[in-house]
């Protein structure tokens, strides 16, 4: 899928700070960030639409996003958990009264 | 909060066969998604439905609003159809996610 880009795929912290990086080339106007934890299914983090957060969803402050431009979307992470562990997927639709999504292949992040 | 229910858990299929996932709805959603899980990890988008049937070579997806639930029909299940797949459902801002269906085809 090179339509949405993430980067890195797989990421290995101690207590340390990195940022997740998610670019889509499809035009899109809002952007996501999903978690999907083991054995659990996707949830939102955070939507941006039009670069501006819209939503947060009650999620530990240690997690930053940033969206530096319509394509582009990052998430900052310090002092990361184990509970953190878990695959984060960036996601795009039109806007946020189009559904229909377009996920980019996740960046499994592994605490230890 | 809004709930997805979907079921099978786990299916196993011989190549060949078919069968049908299910996702229930406790409220009414805008639209659904299907998703499968490779073994890579990847989402791969197979159906977006406001209402209505849409097929695409051996699935085949329906989505009544009004009953609240939609359903993801695989026909001639090959191998490389085995993941796991999920609905998700729009009511708003957010993708709710089902708990997904582990496929597995085998010879």
């Known amino acids: 899928n090179t339509k949405i880009t993430q980067s890195p795929r797989y990421l290995i912290l101690g207590r340390a700070n990195k940022s997740l990086e998610c670019e889509q080339h499809?035009?899109?106007?809002?952007m996501y960030w999903y978690k999907q934890s083991a054995e659990k299914p996707p949830e939102l983090m955070f939507l941006?639409?039009?670069?501006?957060?819209?939503r947060n969803e009650t999620v530990p402050s240690r997690f930053i996003p940033e969206c530096p431009d319509s394509s582009k979307l990052l998430l900052h992470i310090s002092a990361v958990d184990p509970e953190d562990s878990a695959v984060y997927f960036c996601?795009?639709?039109?806007?946020?009264?189009?559904?229909?999504?377009?996920f980019g292949s996740g960046t499994r992040l592994l605490v230890i | 909060g809004d709930q997805v229910e979907q079921s099978p858990s786990a299916l196993s299929l011989h190549e060949g066969t078919g069968s049908a996932l299910r996702c229930n709805f406790t409220?009414?959603?805008?639209?659904v998604q299907w998703f499968r899980k490779n073994s890579r990890g990847s989402l791969i988008n197979l159906f977006y439905?406001?209402?209505g049937t849409k097929e695409n070579g051996r699935l085949k997806s329906a989505f009544d609003s009004k009953e609240r639930y939609s359903t993801l029909h695989i026909r001639d299940a090959q191998l490389e159809d085995s993941g796991t797949y999920f609905c998700?459902?729009?009511?708003?801002?957010?993708?709710?996610f089902g708990t997904g269906t582990s496929l597995l085809v085998d010879p």
């Open positions: 998700a459902a729009d009511k708003g801002y957010k993708l709710t």
């Open positions: 996601a795009s639709s039109l806007d946020i009264s189009n559904s229909d999504y377009t």
């Open positions: 499809l035009g899109h106007n809002a």
């Open positions: 409220t009414t959603m805008r639209a």
């Open positions: 439905l406001a209402s």
């Open positions: 941006y639409n039009l670069k501006q957060l819209i």
